[in-house]
């Protein structure tokens, strides 16, 4: 691993990446707004973000120095990975400023023929990036640490047709990664308090993101208003 794959760690290390997205229909995608949530994090004491597409990784990057993750989301025609699901996005990411790139390593099939494992070489040799592997169960952190990938996080748990009777946040997959692999183990997904957060540290993981409970004012607005209006059903 290169000198600055382990500065980037070593930053992470035990802090919170707030994950600054929003719907492509939402206001809030703009990425002057994103770049605005990425830097208020930041200066509350967040030690990185994650952030989705060219344009957004981009606007942060001119507003933060703190450490990107990026990664492009990407619905292919077939086939269900769809977080950074070939080199040509990883490039793009990597172009407009992230400091470690997201992919989908889950078990599925994915574009092209391409392997998680050449994905990652690539994003290692022609960028000179980590790698964060999104997966869903410890089957697919198993086979991404195998793949060469710097870290892996449990984005997918519930995401994915294999765990979808799952409820994140994936603790017992957390402690199970933790348990068996040696790269850092990021708990992603439903964390919603920081007392969450607090348990998913003392678990074992190396970092925690946090997402909608932070950044997610469509998705919260919709489930208070669903709240409040169930009794005029």
């Known amino acids: 691993m290169e000198t600055s794959f382990d500065q980037v760690l070593q930053t992470l290390k ?6 600054c997205q929003a719907p492509v229909d939402s206001p809030l995608s703009d990425p002057m707004v994103i770049a605005a949530m990425a830097q208020a994090a930041i200066n ?6 994650r952030i989705d597409t060219p344009a957004h990784v981009r606007a942060v990057r001119k507003r933060v120095r703190a450490p990107i993750i990026g990664l492009w989301k990407q619905q292919i025609s077939g086939y269900q990975v769809y977080i950074t699901p070939q080199f040509e996005q ?3 990411i990597a172009e407009a400023g992230a400091d470690m790139i997201a992919i989908d390593a ?4 994915r574009p092209g023929g391409e392997t998680v494992a050449g994905l990652i070489q690539q994003i290692h040799q022609h960028l000179n990036k980590p790698v964060m592997a999104d997966v869903d169960t410890l089957e697919a952190a198993i086979a991404a640490a195998e793949a060469g990938a710097d870290l892996v996080g449990t984005t997918l748990y519930g995401y994915t047709a294999q765990t979808q009777q799952n409820t994140p946040p994936a603790y017992d997959l957390l402690v199970e990664i ?13 964390v919603a308090s920081p007392q969450m957060a607090r348990k998913a540290l003392d678990i074992g993981a190396y970092t925690v993101v946090v ?6 004012i469509d998705t919260q607005v919709k489930a208070y208003r669903a709240a ?3 009794d005029k059903q």
């Open 14 to 19: 035990g802090g919170l990446v707030v994950s």
């Open 44 to 49: 509350q004491g967040a030690v990185g973000v």
């Open 90 to 92: 990883a490039l793009a």
């Open 106 to 109: 889950t078990l599925r099939d």
């Open 178 to 190: 933790v348990k068996k692999l040696s790269i850092p183990a990021v708990c992603e997904g439903g």
């Open 211 to 216: 997402g909608t409970a932070i950044t997610g």
């Open 228 to 230: 409040l209006s169930a």
